[in-house]
């Protein structure tokens, strides 16, 4: 049976899709404003302090490609309820935990909920919304959460923070979690499709992201010389190739290689894992910038990036209609060199740059661009991708901007320490040295940014995305 064209392609499921996406995101930063005060009260040690939120991270980017894979074959909307049970009930055992070790490892349990959630949202927004117009603002929602979640975070954890105390940066999941899990019924059941999930891959793969992604926030706390992270990044290289030699002979393969067979669709893998490093990362380096250098609390903080998320809503909203006009390649390179120019224009800041007239409108165009990008590079990954492959295809999307998350932190968290510790030391004052290590950081985001935009240029596609689509869900796909 086909969709209902009322409540299944209505607000409803609108809603639920765009609010799970904010929610996941959303763990990204908000237990970031929580951490003084979880080191306080649990008496965590500066040591491991940041895997409070590495292993949201290491988790969610790691198994992404398997809970994508298990959408396809178990059903869509079933491995999403699942994953938000699995968050809800980690965001519980995090608010109640009395231990370091437990609120690392049910972070890590928030990872997991998080990547079987996220691709099946992504992908059902194909299957839930076959007219292009509605699908198109469906997309835009779910890329605006993908980044306004940040934002939302930081307001977020620093007024639960400041009020109720830091369990609750936890507790808010469980009431948002629960509203999802009861308005995901309104989502199109899809049944599964024949195959067996890869154990092999999986195992690969999932090997290979961890030590990847670990390797990664360890160049980011040690520096890019520190043998453990080279080993991992040796190991991860090694699991990686072996998972691509095993999916080219695999009859039941985790990740399909003719995905990347299409120019368009690899490109825009690229592309994502460039452009999200570069906004991503700058969110990071002026975060720092504002708390240690201007002395912004932590609700100011978050306050001050209001303007982010006014460009983000103008640039995902209006990617939509400039598609149908607009080469893919056009939109995505200009987001892109948009979010440079921003990131250029952050780089010079002083120690008493003016917000109003220096930093909040490079916010604005930094998450303009970047909002743009987004949007023209996840029509490019998923539209009119194989229905049994559209889970894993937004996987795959949905890691590489994760990937490229990770990498924006240890990247450019690296190169501000590379300059910045070596001034202290020469005696220029904190706040100085603070400043060049940052500029340079800004630098180097600049820098990634515009090769994305000329990756973009050179593989998306040349021509408008055409109104009509084949894309709609196959009548035999359904359940009622």
Do not use: C
């Not at 790691?62 to 396809?72: H, I, T």
């Not at 919304?129 to 835009?140: E, G, I, Q």
């Not at 959460?145 to 009020?163: D, E, H, P, R």
Request: proline share 4%; net charge positive; hydrophobic share 55%.
């Amino acid at each position: 049976m086909t969709p209902k064209t009322g409540r299944q392609s209505g607000l409803i499921p609108l809603l639920v899709i765009a609010t799970t996406q904010m929610m996941l995101v959303l763990d990204d930063s908000i237990v970031n404003i929580a951490l003084p005060s979880i080191q306080r009260e649990l008496g965590v040690e500066a040591l491991h302090l940041p895997w409070v939120v590495n292993a949201y991270i290491l988790a969610f980017g790691a198994l992404l490609l398997l809970g994508g894979r298990l959408g396809d074959l178990w059903g869509r909307r079933r491995t999403l309820q699942l994953g938000i049970a699995i968050f809800v009930l980690a965001s519980l055992a995090g608010g109640l935990g009395q231990t370091t070790e437990m609120l690392i490892i049910a972070r890590a349990a928030q990872g997991l909920g998080a990547a079987m959630a996220a691709p099946n949202a992504l992908a059902l927004i194909s299957t839930t919304f076959p007219d292009r117009k509605m699908r198109d603002t469906a997309l835009s929602l779910y890329g605006a959460m993908s980044a306004l979640g940040l934002v939302i975070g930081l307001l977020l954890g620093g007024v639960l923070t400041n009020t109720l105390g830091w369990r609750w940066v936890f507790f808010i999941n469980i009431p948002i979690g629960l509203l999802v899990f009861l308005g995901s019924r309104t989502l199109p059941a899809t049944r599964g499709h024949h195959g067996q999930p890869g154990i092999l891959g999986a195992v690969l793969a999932t090997g290979g992201m961890v030590a990847l992604v670990y390797a990664i926030t360890r160049f980011g706390e040690a520096g890019f010389t520190d043998l453990a992270a080279l080993a991992l990044f040796g190991a991860s290289a090694v699991l990686l190739l072996a998972f691509t030699l095993t999916q080219a002979r695999s009859k039941n393969p985790l990740v399909p290689l003719s995905l990347f067979r299409d120019r368009n669709r690899a490109g825009a893998y690229a592309t994502m894992l460039l452009l999200a490093i570069g906004p991503m990362g700058t969110f990071y380096v002026v975060t720092l910038y504002l708390q240690q250098v201007q002395q912004f609390s932590p609700l100011q903080t978050g306050a001050a990036w209001l303007p982010f998320a006014a460009g983000l809503i103008l640039g995902a909203g209006s990617a939509p209609k400039l598609l149908l006009k607009i080469a893919p390649r056009l939109v995505a390179a200009t987001g892109a060199l948009l979010s440079a120019v921003a990131a250029l224009w952050f780089s010079a800041i002083a120690e008493n740059a003016s917000y109003w007239l220096h930093l909040a409108p490079a916010m604005f165009v930094l998450a303009l661009g970047f909002g743009l990008g987004v949007i023209a590079l996840t029509q490019a990954a998923v539209y009119l991708v194989d229905q049994d492959k559209a889970g894993i295809a937004s996987a795959l999307l949905n890691s590489a901007q994760q990937i490229g998350v990770a990498l924006g932190l240890a990247v450019l968290a690296a190169v501000a320490a590379t300059i910045s510790v070596p001034q202290e030391h020469a005696g220029v004052s904190p706040g100085a040295a603070l400043t060049a290590g940052y500029s340079t950081a800004l630098l180097g985001a600049a820098a990634i940014l515009v090769i994305a935009g000329v990756l973009a240029l050179t593989t998306l596609n040349g021509h408008p995305t055409p109104e009509t689509q084949n894309s709609d869900t196959s009548t035999d796909e359904l359940t009622v």
